[in-house]
């Protein structure tokens, strides 16, 4: 390798990341969801204040706290990460694989496998090939994602495609698919392999979704749903299903964390794409605005379009379908969203979702990790707009 990657190689296993490590899942700003408040939620305007207002009163991440009760399971799975991305013949293979997966990020997906896993009592060591399982189907996806949208920014970082080339990283995600089949195999567990292996099939359809609908103003609210379930849903639910599978737990209790993962991953998509206008590069790790200049059509714009006028839509046409963006467009964009309330819809509709994740956790043993879970859902969709 070179100087400049061989640097890089080396920071990413000698320092990890930072205090801002995924700050796509963590955000800017801290949230408490209401502990013992069962009053009714208000709607649409009257609740997203409420909601507001319980985000100042954050004493706890959620995210850390499951790091924290599930050190040992999580040391354990990046042990196994970092010997199962080795390559003997082609060193490029975890040169590049490193850049990503030691950018310090969170583990969120392998945490809910370990999670269900041990909510539903499972005491063998088979949930930890499962989770990084699913770290190296997700990392994939994200190498070959770079190269789609031809970003030069992830997790606040140079891209490994920026870095290195496109062929290397949709090859090396390559590998980590084929990585992540062997994983997913060695339990003996068909159930478990259709689980992870379907998901990684639903994936790649909802990227191809994505690519066939990009720029593409005849995108509805189904299909946009549809999309996000592929490229982030299905993982999370695959994840947690996967967990309570391997502990052998009973049907009802492998649907309930099933429904959770999914919820929860769309929760999280919506929270995502709506910090694409309203974040800062710093806290998202991106570009704030990638969205909008790569023409991708996320719920904030859906709602937007809904009630544009003939004028506003012709501004839509521009920008997205035709790709003519100039300068001040992405500010008259957020005007229009501010305008007709969409970006408060997209946080009420993630709300509504993240409730829909809490409820099936009902189903579920009561206990920390069950509870954690629950904050999770909370804390998902209560980043900074």
């Keep these: 390798m070179d100087v400049q990657n061989e640097a890089v190689?080396?920071?990413?296993?000698?320092?990890?990341?930072?205090?801002?490590?995924?700050?796509?899942?963590?955000?800017?700003?801290?949230?408490?969801?209401?502990?013992?408040?069962?009053?009714?939620?208000?709607?649409?305007?009257?609740?997203?204040?409420?909601?507001?207002?319980?985000?100042?009163?954050?004493?706890?991440?959620?995210?850390?706290?499951?790091?924290?009760?599930?050190?040992?399971?999580?040391?354990?799975?990046?042990?196994?990460?970092?010997?199962?991305?080795?390559?003997?013949?082609?060193?490029?293979?975890?040169?590049?694989?490193?850049?990503?997966?030691?950018?310090?990020?969170?583990?969120?997906?392998?945490?809910?496998?370990?999670?269900?896993?041990?909510?539903?009592?499972?005491?063998?060591?088979?949930?930890?090939?499962?989770?990084?399982?699913?770290?190296?189907?997700?990392?994939?996806?994200?190498?070959?994602?770079?190269?789609?949208?031809?970003?030069?920014?992830?997790?606040?970082?140079?891209?490994?495609?920026?870095?290195?080339?496109?062929?290397?990283?949709?090859?090396?995600?390559?590998?980590?698919?084929?990585?992540?089949?062997?994983?997913?195999?060695?339990?003996?567990?068909?159930?478990?392999?259709?689980?992870?292996?379907?998901?990684?099939?639903?994936?790649?359809?909802?990227?191809?979704?994505?690519?066939?609908?990009?720029?593409?103003?005849?995108?509805?609210?189904?299909?946009?749903?549809?999309?996000?379930?592929g490229k982030t849903a299905a993982l999370f639910a695959a994840a947690c299903e996967a967990g309570a599978e391997i502990a052998g737990a009973d049907a009802m209790h492998a649907a309930a964390l099933r429904d959770y993962g999914n919820a929860l991953g769309i929760s999280f998509q919506i929270a995502d794409d709506l910090l694409d206008y309203g974040g800062k590069s710093a806290q998202l790790g991106k570009n704030t605005g990638d969205d909008f200049r790569e023409g991708k059509v996320t719920l904030p714009v859906l709602y937007a379009l809904e009630a544009a006028a003939e004028e506003e839509r012709a501004f839509w046409t521009r920008v997205i379908e035709t790709g003519d963006q100039r300068d001040g467009d992405l500010e008259q964009a957020l005007a229009l969203m501010q305008r007709h309330g969409a970006l408060e819809s997209t946080r009420a509709r993630a709300l509504d979702i993240s409730a829909e994740a809490k409820a099936r956790l009902e189903d579920l043993p009561r206990g920390e990790l069950t509870s954690l879970l629950s904050d999770l859902a909370d804390f998902v969709v209560s980043r900074v707009v």
């Design 9 to 229: 190689y080396i920071l990413a296993f000698e320092q990890g990341g930072d205090e801002g490590d995924e700050r796509r899942v963590v955000g800017s700003e801290e949230f408490l969801h209401a502990n013992g408040d069962t009053s009714p939620e208000p709607a649409g305007r009257d609740r997203v204040a409420r909601e507001c207002e319980r985000g100042r009163m954050l004493t706890g991440d959620p995210l850390e706290q499951l790091m924290s009760r599930l050190g040992t399971d999580l040391d354990a799975v990046n042990r196994l990460i970092r010997e199962r991305m080795a390559s003997e013949h082609a060193p490029r293979i975890p040169e590049v694989t490193a850049h990503l997966i030691e950018a310090g990020g969170k583990r969120i997906r392998p945490l809910l496998t370990v999670a269900a896993a041990r909510i539903c009592g499972y005491e063998g060591p088979h949930h930890l090939g499962l989770a990084a399982t699913v770290e190296f189907i997700h990392t994939a996806t994200l190498l070959h994602d770079d190269v789609v949208d031809e970003s030069s920014q992830r997790r606040g970082r140079p891209t490994a495609n920026l870095l290195w080339d496109n062929q290397s990283s949709v090859l090396v995600g390559d590998y980590l698919f084929a990585r992540a089949f062997q994983l997913m195999v060695e339990p003996g567990n068909l159930k478990v392999l259709s689980i992870l292996s379907n998901a990684a099939a639903v994936i790649a359809e909802g990227e191809v979704l994505q690519l066939a609908k990009a720029r593409s103003l005849d995108m509805d609210e189904a299909t946009y749903m549809q999309v996000i379930r």
